[in-house]
């Protein structure tokens, strides 16, 4: 009781910690349409994902073309929404959107899962590599350099929307951070922004480079999958934990748990990688 009244003094003083800017979610409105920032960074997502992907396609030898890429993009914005959301809705929150079931398609509040779009991207994949009758790994080898900064682009979206915050920290750490959101007046992790930081800006760079020469069929995804793995599991220590399927608790949170599997695939992606020594075509 005493460490949350002086954890409220402190935010509360003149030299209080940082406080959420709390941003109006709406960016602008066209009449009766408002658009969203949240639904505004998945645009930017999609668009940074067709830039970058054009530019590897010019500069250095690629398994498909411009028009292909564009293809691409239409699939993958489908494993994304609708992966996302069910993830959201089974890994996370399936209590509360069985109480609410028109809520699950209001994706323009947020509520977006990782692994569940990561497991409809890839579903995604598989469906248009057959279409293009290209190895699926090449093209998940091709994508996944594109992904971090769109994974970015969606954590700023989270930050602008005030949720997902941090675990409750010490008051003297420079960078602490009141979100109003969460109910308290504490300072808290600002863990939004180290999800930019590591899967997003860390992520891409290690990506972009690692995939700068060639390498065997499967290894760039199966860097991506440690990287991310890895990523996500060190930031869920700052992140406020969700409380996962149907409400129970867990020693590590949800994120921890679906990561694991993410860091083990990975792993034996780049020992298969190394072994076999394919080569896109």
Request: glycine content about 10%; overall charge positive.
């Amino acid at each position: 009781m005493g460490t949350n009244y002086n954890f409220r003094i402190l935010a509360e003083s003149e030299t209080a910690m940082l406080l959420h800017p709390q941003f109006d979610p709406i960016a602008f409105s066209l009449g009766p349409l408002s658009v969203r920032w949240y639904g505004l960074m998945y645009l930017v997502a999609f668009v940074q994902f067709i830039l970058l992907g054009r530019y590897r396609i010019k500069t250095r030898p690629a398994i498909m073309s411009v028009e292909q890429l564009d293809d691409l993009l239409f699939y993958g914005m489908l494993g994304v929404i609708l992966g996302g959301r069910l993830g959201q809705v089974i890994f996370y929150e399936p209590a509360y959107f069985l109480s609410n079931p028109l809520e699950i398609f209001a994706v323009w509040k947020g509520g977006m899962s990782f692994h569940g779009g990561f497991i409809g991207v890839m579903v995604a994949m598989l469906l248009w590599a057959r279409k293009a009758k290209i190895n699926w790994f090449d093209v998940t080898d091709f994508i996944v350099p594109l992904v971090p900064l769109g994974l970015a682009a969606g954590r700023i979206g989270n930050f602008i929307n005030g949720e997902l915050w941090g675990r409750i920290t010490d008051p003297g750490l420079p960078w602490a951070m009141v979100f109003p959101q969460a109910g308290d007046m504490l300072p808290r992790h600002p863990s939004q922004l180290y999800h930019v930081a590591l899967e997003g800006i860390a992520l891409f760079v290690i990506l972009w480079l690692f995939s700068s020469r060639p390498r065997p069929r499967r290894a760039v995804s199966g860097v991506f999958l440690i990287g991310y793995g890895s990523f996500r599991f060190i930031t869920e220590f700052f992140r406020e934990p969700d409380h996962g399927i149907f409400g129970q608790s867990y020693a590590i949170s949800m994120g921890q748990w679906l990561s694991l599997p993410m860091i083990v695939i990975g792993l034996w992606f780049i020992i298969t990688a190394y072994q076999k020594q394919e080569h896109p075509k």
